[in-house]
């Protein structure tokens, strides 16, 4: 049996890299940006008038003068109209271009025109103001977004701006998840009272959808024959295999010995960990990966978490962000284990992140996640964990 951190490097020694593929940007959000977004252009493109009102010289003005002949009036997207003399100046709207016989913007708000003229009402303005010069951003062939990110909103715009109709984005691995098990029935069925439905699998599947992953599911019987027939065709098809069940010392847990036949190499059997110790972790000559996670709900939930996810990313290139938070009460943990305890999460009036506990009926307990954020890592060593305390988190939802 392994401790934590070291079923953690053993899975991320066994990165994979699937390669890119391009797709159309408004078919993009949510995967993973493969290239550097670059600026086709100066942005902005010209110089850029952030305010309506009068577009001038500011010579005249600092000279004395005060009223200016309105030549024409300038929207967004119109050809830039240039003025002969300091008198004159142009009416101009927000995201007008500037234009070049003209330096300065003077805001309506200090102005009255009547008659065909633009009378300046203060005797203050500044040389330049309410432009947004060409280039202020970002000059041409400049990197906008870098690469090795999630799509978001934001990208697909700054992808719209500058005209990338298609990206390059990285490729997913192909996934297939495998429950296994005769008391397991599928959630349109009745169980039996000794049966219950299905629901590791589809938990795993609607997660790793937020991926853009559609990983396809499996089930199988406790039937060794069978088992080793669907495993032995999953390995060539997929590129990841997530079993859950069947992993454990039971008389019916045939998947280590399975895979074993398989000539799946395995890398570790059991975790020093409380829930998912079980989890058994392993690599076939092909590259298929195989993570088969313990049976029980919020093992297999926890499991999926903390090593199947933090690989996906790192595989994707996706730096992952270490969270901490605080112990907002005692706790106690007897097992000489490293503990995933289920928390609520706060933010407090001083910006701090607390924790509470919210133990529940052991790892068959899915029911207790419904008003759980994330898993608190509590670390080996100690069996006393004291409020005030700051350990590890893997949130899991959205707790603002």
Not at 34 to 56: H, K, Q, S, W, Y
Request: charged share 25%.
């Amino acid at each position: 049996m392994i401790k934590v951190e070291e079923a953690e490097k053993i899975i991320l020694e066994q990165l994979r890299d699937y390669g890119s593929e391009t797709v159309s940007f408004d078919n993009s959000m949510g995967r993973v940006l493969a290239e550097n977004i670059c600026a086709d252009r100066d942005l902005p493109p010209f110089n850029r008038v952030t305010m309506d009102g009068i577009a001038i010289r500011y010579e005249a003005f600092k000279k004395g003068n005060r009223s200016f002949r309105v030549k024409a009036t300038q929207s967004a997207g119109e050809q830039p109209i240039d003025i002969n003399d300091n008198d004159e100046c142009i009416e101009i709207m927000t995201g007008a271009v500037l234009p070049a016989t003209t330096d300065t913007v003077v805001p309506y708000e200090q102005i009255e025109i009547k008659g065909g003229l633009a009378i300046i009402k203060v005797e203050t303005i500044s040389p330049g103001q309410n432009i947004h010069l060409k280039g202020k951003d970002k000059k041409q062939s400049e990197a906008l977004v870098e690469s090795n990110q999630f799509i978001t909103p934001t990208i697909l715009t700054i992808a719209a701006t500058v005209g990338k109709t298609n990206l390059l984005v990285r490729k997913l691995p192909k996934i297939v998840i495998v429950s296994t098990g005769n008391e397991l029935v599928d959630v349109s069925e009745t169980p039996t009272p000794f049966q219950i439905r299905r629901s590791n699998d589809y938990t795993m599947q609607a997660a790793l959808k937020q991926y853009m992953l559609n990983a396809k599911m499996l089930h199988l019987p406790d039937d060794p024959d069978i088992i080793e027939k669907e495993l032995r065709s999953c390995i060539y098809e997929y590129d990841v295999i997530i079993l859950s069940g069947g992993v454990s010392m039971g008389k019916y847990d045939y998947i280590p010995a399975t895979l074993e036949k398989l000539q799946v190499k395995k890398l570790f059997h059991k975790v020093r960990q409380r829930p998912g110790k079980p989890f058994w972790f392993g690599t076939h000559e092909k590259g298929t990966l195989i993570f088969a996670l313990p049976g029980n709900p919020v093992s297999t939930f926890i499991c999926f978490q903390r090593y199947f996810l933090p690989w996906l990313k790192k595989s994707l290139k996706i730096e992952m962000n270490t969270s901490y938070a605080v112990l907002n009460e005692d706790f106690a943990f007897n097992a000489d284990l490293q503990y995933f305890l289920q928390v609520k999460l706060v933010i407090n009036e001083s910006g701090e992140l607390s924790a509470t506990p919210l133990e529940g009926n052991g790892s068959g307990d899915f029911a207790n996640l419904l008003q759980t954020d994330a898993f608190m890592e509590l670390p080996l060593g100690t069996n006393d964990f004291k409020k005030g305390d700051v350990f590890r988190i893997w949130p899991f939802k959205n707790f603002m």
